[in-house]
């Protein structure tokens, strides 16, 4: 009981007899081992569960001990313990083997101790081998270079090997011995830095370089770390060192502001998603609620309450519309927008949006005009999404074209199988800085004249629609000439892939959609 380590004795069967009140400390501590007492220590497999059982079979078996084998194991709040342990034969005067008995010492503290010094000496080595300067380990009486780093062979034109063999008076030119000898190693005896700017005379040329040196203790020996530093680089950097710095400045700023605009966009459109899809629900309930008062009220046409309700739906309308438009723009940029593509009639398609806009467009006088040239041109869409860029687009044109005005619908096929659907009007048009913008998210046109609003939306989501259909969308216009929106369409599963840029007459196995709309 009065030993320090940790004992257990064993009968030559390796059966657990007895252990000791350290070990039935370390046992506690240990999470996949039972604890147990003294009494019950025959029914409990200790030598099992620390997994040395192997080496005491192995003793009683070849009755010769096993010294220093190293063991870890896991506590129960799941640090590790280290455990050196040595098994002994106990034999008695007429040469039997009475007991197996172990011994087992806590070494947790050296080992954990001697994993953090070997870390460090790990990263002071990655630090030295793989820093970009020039680096040397010098005994501060003699000179002689005990370490140097790779940097510092390419420097000093030596191999690393070669340096060793040398000191650093063999590196400084003659005319300078005489003053840095005794000026060295004066101040670094006195713990202090010492400084020396050096003209290097090589085959390739002369090259001047800076010694900064700092006393330090290496293994016991009083030593100094050298710093090189290739001057000559340092003057070159001089000479721009404004307008680097001035570039690094307005660099980093741009990385700063892109990675902040990034986490906000980020940011933007979680929270869109949530909110939006958080706000659908009740907006529904309300407006239900609003049709069921208005039917339950009997209210006449010409009354304030039904008014005030007519109101409220219309706002709730617009609310609901603005949040689909927050749902798509996120579907989109999510990846998580399901198609539903298969051969379609576009003509069909186009008639279907033209219908849907038109009380709007009679609301402000505007004529829509649409003479499909065949009744069925084919391509491959999904007709939901279709309609829904058709109604966009359109929409825009009645909003934006002057009241009393004409929308022409034109379709034309040409010999190549490509469609062009072109919507015109006489409006404003848009301006050339405008025509990279419109598409973008919340991008809204200027307009001085006109008191049309809106989410800025309605395009971003066209252009994702259409991308989503291996199309492409774009804008052509000229101020007081009206705009033209364009976008085009597969017609079928291999052509989706073709680019749309360029001339735009080989085009085969596209649909064009041209919309010319007053901005």
Request: charge should be negative; aromatic fraction near 6%; hydrophobic fraction near 35%.
């Amino acid at each position: 009981e009065s030993i320090p380590s940790a004992v257990i004795l064993c009968d030559p069967k390796t059966r657990v007899l007895f252990y000791n009140e350290k070990m039935g400390e370390l046992i506690e501590t240990l999470e996949d081992l039972i604890p147990t007492t003294k009494e019950t220590a025959k029914s409990y497999d200790i030598v099992d569960g620390l997994a040395i059982k192997e080496d005491f079979e192995e003793v009683s078996k070849k009755r010769a001990p096993i010294i220093g084998r190293r063991l870890t194991k896991k506590t129960a709040d799941g640090s590790a313990r280290f455990l050196r342990y040595s098994v002994y034969p106990v034999i008695d005067a007429s040469d039997k083997l009475v007991f197996v008995m172990g011994v087992l010492e806590d070494c947790t503290e050296t080992e954990m101790a001697n994993l953090k010094l070997k870390a460090s000496e790990a990263r002071y080595r990655g630090l030295f081998e793989n820093a970009a300067n020039g680096i040397l380990i010098l005994e501060v009486e003699t000179g002689r270079i005990i370490e140097a780093n790779p940097a510092a062979g390419a420097l000093l034109g030596e191999e690393t090997g070669d340096l060793k063999k040398s000191t650093l008076w063999d590196i400084i030119p003659e005319e300078q011995i005489t003053r840095l000898r005794g000026e060295i190693p004066e101040k670094l005896s006195s713990a202090e830095h010492a400084f020396a700017e050096i003209t290097l005379k090589k085959e390739s040329g002369e090259t001047d370089i800076e010694l900064h040196m700092h006393p330090i203790d290496y293994s016991g020996t009083r030593a100094a770390m050298a710093v090189i530093i290739d001057t000559t680089a340092k003057r070159e950097a001089e000479r721009s060192k404004a307008a680097a710095e001035k570039a690094r400045r307005e660099v980093e700023i741009e990385r700063k502001m892109v990675r902040e605009l990034e986490r906000l966009n980020s940011l933007k459109t979680s929270f869109m998603s949530v909110v939006t899809h958080e706000l659908k629900t009740p907006m529904t309930s309300i407006r239900g609620a609003l049709e069921l008062l208005m039917d339950n009220l009997n209210l006449s046409e010409d009354s304030p309450e039904k008014n005030y309700i007519d109101i409220a739906v219309r706002n709730i309308d617009r609310l609901t519309r603005l949040i689909n438009n927050v749902l798509d723009i996120s579907r989109i940029e999510s990846g998580r927008l399901q198609l539903n593509k298969k051969t379609s009639n576009i003509i069909t398609v186009i008639n279907e949006a033209v219908e849907i806009c038109r009380p709007g467009a009679q609301n402000r006088g505007t004529v829509i005009e649409f003479s499909p040239p065949e009744p069925e041109i084919k391509a491959y869409f999904d007709t939901n999404y279709i309609v829904q860029v058709l109604v966009n687009l359109i929409g825009n044109a009645i909003k934006y074209t002057p009241e009393n005005s004409n929308i022409q619908i034109k379709v034309n096929k040409n010999e190549k199988e490509a469609v062009t659907v072109s919507v015109s009007d006489n409006g404003e048009g848009l301006a050339p800085e405008e025509l990279d913008k419109v598409f973008d998210r919340f991008y809204q046109v200027s307009r001085e004249k006109t008191s049309v609003k809106g989410t800025g939306l309605g395009l971003a989501i066209c252009k994702g629609l259409i991308e989503a259909h291996n199309g492409k969308i774009w804008v052509e216009s000229e101020q007081g000439k009206g705009a033209t929106f364009y976008f085009t369409l597969p017609t079928g599963k291999a052509g989706g892939n073709k680019k749309t840029e360029g001339n735009r007459k080989n085009l085969s196995g596209y649909f064009w959609v041209n919309f010319t709309l007053d901005r």
